[in-house]
T-cell receptor
Framework: QKEVEQDPGPLSVPEGAIVSLNCTYS??????FMWYRQYSRKGPELLMY????GNKEDGRFTAQVDKSSKYISLFIRDSQPSDSATYLC????????FGKGTLLTVNP | EAQVTQNPRYLITVTGKKLTVTCSQN?????MSWYRQDPGLGLRQIYY???????DKGDVPEGYKVSRKEKRNFPLILESPSPNQTSLYFC????????????FGSGTRLTVV
């Protein structure tokens, strides 16, 4: 079993939809959880960062971590075409481990 | 502007011809790392460095070398490239390991023929 599992999609939604992206992980030692966004032909950029369980909100983006079920989520409200990218979850216990990424397309 | 700079952005080379991909960061970060990204396999860590002259293997180190002689620079060396090293490579830096995330460069697309 991979340490961090992520559905690769692709996921296609209409503009304005609520998007839910999810990952599961197996290593209980992970304490730090991140979401990266990667546009085509660009490097990943850190989008959201969460320590331990709980929610974190930043504008249209909400990150959730449930350590009891080893499940992390990213919600995007009022999705925009500019949100079209690959989203990678990442977990860390000092060493950062990435999911494989989910390709999201938001259609105008 | 705080950034990680890699060069070149694109490189086509032949099997066995030594090459170096440069990486430099201007954020005074202690940690630097190299990743490769392949379809279906995601981002995999090649090597990382915790400080000057301190490096360690990541998940896929075979066929690669690194050095960290200065804090800001972390070059990736392929002494005898092979076609299975065709990939998209990213350099990244961090203030404190992976726990607070890495800042990534724009990537180097390497093709070995």
């Amino acid at each position: 079993q991979k340490e961090v599992e992520q559905d690769p999609g692709p996921l296609s939604v209409p503009e304005g939809a609520i998007v839910s992206l999810n990952c599961t992980y197996s290593n209980s030692a992970f304490q730090y959880f991140m979401w990266y966004r990667q546009y085509s032909r660009k490097g990943p950029e850190l989008l959201m960062y969460t320590y331990s369980s709980g929610n974190k909100e930043d504008g249209r983006f909400t990150a959730q971590v449930d350590k009891s079920s080893k499940y992390i989520s990213l919600f995007i409200r009022d999705s925009q075409p500019s949100d079209s990218a690959t989203y990678l979850c990442a977990c860390s216990n000092y060493k950062l481990t990435f999911g494989k990424g989910t390709l999201l397309t938001v259609n105008p | 502007e705080a950034q990680v700079t890699q060069n070149p952005r694109y490189l086509i080379t032949v099997t066995g011809k030594k090459l170096t991909v440069t990486c430099s960061q201007n954020m005074n970060h202690e940690y630097m790392s190299w990743y490769r990204q392949d379809p279906g396999l995601g981002l995999r860590q090649i090597y990382y460095s915790m400080n000057v002259e301190v490096t360690d293997k990541g998940d896929v180190p075979e066929g690669y070398k690194v050095s960290r002689k200065e804090k800001r620079n972390f070059p990736l060396i392929l002494e005898s490239p092979s076609p299975n090293q065709t990939s998209l490579y990213f350099c990244a830096s961090s203030l404190n390991g992976g726990n607070y995330g890495y800042t990534f460069g724009s990537g180097t697309r390497l093709t070995v023929v």
